[in-house]
């Protein structure tokens, strides 16, 4: 039986709390896109994504079907992700994308070619690429843009999120990637 | 399909590829235009997105490092979800109150409205005010039912008698102005001018208007004749 989110939770709140499990199935993929994307360290944005889920289940009784579930924890992994960062501020140099992916690579499960080697190469590259280019976006955009490309989320849902209309959220992704594809484009590919 | 559904296709990797959009790209040159230039950007954020995916990369289970660290949740992410959850929930009370203040305000337009056009039509000149009828019978019904009364004489007659109660009093041109409903016969001097002409002769004829022999009519309705045209010079009449 595949139950949807607003049913999952009316059952968590009943006390059926196993079925939360469902719930991190689900979305942790993107969470964790996002995460990652936003705070450029693998290690972290697992943190995050993890203290999410739990913040969500502890907060439970809070939950009204009202809204959607998943605004709610995209809600709660923006703002964790924002306070995460703050901290790394103050602490700069702890993490460093390059370092933290080498550490992730050793944890990955798949027999080592040659061939895989050098494409994971490519996606740490591309990944720090990506993370280099949103950084020079003011953080509102950037975020929009990680929201859609990297969490899929609908703008009705950025929107929400963000707590912004939805022709604003529109109006950050456009604006976004008006400025990465100058920033592309007057770069020819060459990135810091 | 709009262009904002197409903005919407635009940013979505599966959405991009599809023929609607494609379609609407011949037909809309702006969204042509947009999607051209954000090209680079949007190649740059989908690209090989499957094998970018952190969580096919990671696994379903967390990484080696994350596996080793106990879960925390601290005060202050539970505070987060507490207070992300109380602001959605208020969002989502917002369409009914929405609906609800918009109901009030279109109510509200609909009353000034309704009053401005009360208003507009009190300003608006009454008609017969402004035209008076004669005190005596107005032949103009009757001469059209009487074709043996249509000489040019009687037309003449006919029209100078109108003439004494239809532009003794003319209205003044602002007033006109102010109307919602304005005449087609405004100017009421243009369609009498015909019946000033030198041709016609003076109003002598006694079929004409009742009491229109009397000399304080004929005075108006001489005074009349200079007024509409005096180019016409029309004679001027006795009783």
């Known amino acids: 039986m595949d139950l949807d989110d607003v049913q999952i939770m009316c059952r968590v709140q009943a006390g059926q709390v196993e079925l939360f499990d469902v719930l991190v199935r689900r979305y942790r993929g993107p969470l964790l896109n996002v995460a990652w994307s936003k705070l450029a360290d693998a290690a972290w944005a697992e943190d995050v994504v993890q203290e999410t889920f739990l913040a969500a289940f502890a907060a439970r009784a809070t939950y009204n079907p009202r809204f959607a579930f998943r605004t709610w924890v995209w809600t709660i992994l923006l703002n964790l992700c924002r306070r995460q960062w703050q901290r790394r501020q103050v602490r700069p140099g702890e993490h460093s994308l390059g370092t933290s992916l080498s550490a992730e690579l050793t944890g990955y499960c798949e027999p080592v070619t040659h061939e895989t080697a050098l494409g994971h190469i490519l996606q740490i590259e591309r990944r720090e690429q990506v993370h280099q280019l949103l950084t020079h976006l003011p953080e509102v955009q950037a975020d929009a843009l990680r929201l859609r490309f990297f969490g899929g989320l609908q703008f009705s849902e950025i929107a929400l999120a963000m707590d912004s209309s939805v022709s604003a959220a529109k109006q950050r992704v456009k604006n976004g990637l008006v400025a990465l594809a100058d920033y592309v484009r007057q770069n020819g590919g060459d990135f810091p | 399909m709009n262009c904002d559904t197409a903005f919407d296709l635009m940013t979505d990797a599966a959405g991009s590829r599809s023929g609607a959009l494609a379609q ?127 000489s040019a004489d009687t037309i003449q007659a006919l029209a100078q008698s109108c003439a004494v109660c239809h532009t003794a009093t003319p209205a003044p041109v602002h007033d006109k102005q102010t109307s919602f409903f304005r005449s087609e016969r405004s100017n009421t001097r243009e369609w009498l001018a015909p019946y000033f002409r030198e041709e016609f002769g003076p109003v002598d004829d006694p079929r004409c208007v009742a009491g229109s022999k009397r000399s304080a009519e004929l005075t108006a309705l001489n005074a009349i004749c200079q007024r509409v045209q005096p180019s016409f010079g029309a004679k001027e009449m006795t009783a």
């Open chain 2, 24 to 150: 609407h790209f011949e037909t809309c040159p702006r969204c042509r235009q947009m999607q051209e230039t954000l090209a680079p950007a949007l190649e740059f954020l989908t690209q090989d997105e499957r094998a970018d995916d952190f969580s096919a990369r990671s696994g379903e289970s967390p990484s080696s490092e994350a596996a080793g660290r106990q879960p925390i949740i601290t005060i202050e992410s539970l505070k987060i979800a507490h207070q992300a959850a109380s602001r959605l929930a208020a969002q989502a009370e917002l369409p009914r109150a929405r609906r609800q203040r918009l109901a009030g305000q279109l109510t509200g337009y609909a009353a000034v409205f309704a009053a401005g056009l009360l208003v507009a039509l009190s300003l608006v000149p009454e008609r017969g005010s402004e035209k008076p009828m004669p005190t005596g019978q107005c032949t103009r019904q009757e001469a059209a039912r009487d074709d043996s009364l249509r």
